[in-house]
């Protein structure tokens, strides 16, 4: 199917935390010479990067608990389990990102890395796409929060074996997009993985390969 869309007209709705926008559409009827008007609401202008750090020695991954206002309603004080991560900022990588945040939310640092996938969660309404790396762990002396309080972002730092993680995906705080996508991937590529960062200098920061 080929679509023929004409933007007639954007009005921003909101340009807080978020850009909300709103667009109406001139949509081609597939098949027909007609075309149809809608309205859609987008959120706009999100980039980011996220990293699950797994330690191939003992088999564990780094996750963080916080809150999250989307989850409110569906989890015990609407906290979630999801790899650290956060929004690009301009002239930064989506791997630059990755590595800041995983120390800045959970307080470790990460050698070797592998890019995952590119997500993007919600493109009925949201343009947000997500870099997903897989991240050698290097330090197993975690604290036990961490964040940014300038930003109010407050975590807990989570470490769990990725067995147990993989049993629980997909219940309670285990629902996070991003983190089923890195847990299901490694869950294939643990051995390969392994194999693949023991080929690399202890601790390199520049093995960011795409895979």
Known sequence: ???NVE???SEPLSHGFLRLNRYRLGL???GSEARVVVDRECIDGLRAAVVLPFDPVSGQVVLVEQFRVGTRHSTTGGLTWEPPGGVIAAGHSAAET???EALEETGCRIGAMTRIAVCHTSPGFSDE???IYCGKLLDTDLPATAGNPHEGEYTRVVLRG??????DLGHGRLTAATL?????WLALNRDRIRELWAAEPSGSAAAD???
């Open 28 to 30: 081609a009827v597939p």
């Open 180 to 184: 089923i996508i890195a847990i299901q």
């Open 209 to 211: 390969l795409a895979q």
């Open 98 to 100: 990755a590595r800041r």
């Open 7 to 9: 933007i007639i007209r």
């Open 1 to 3: 199917m080929t679509t």
């Open 162 to 167: 990725l067995d147990r993680v993989i049993h």
């Open 129 to 131: 796409c997500v870099d």
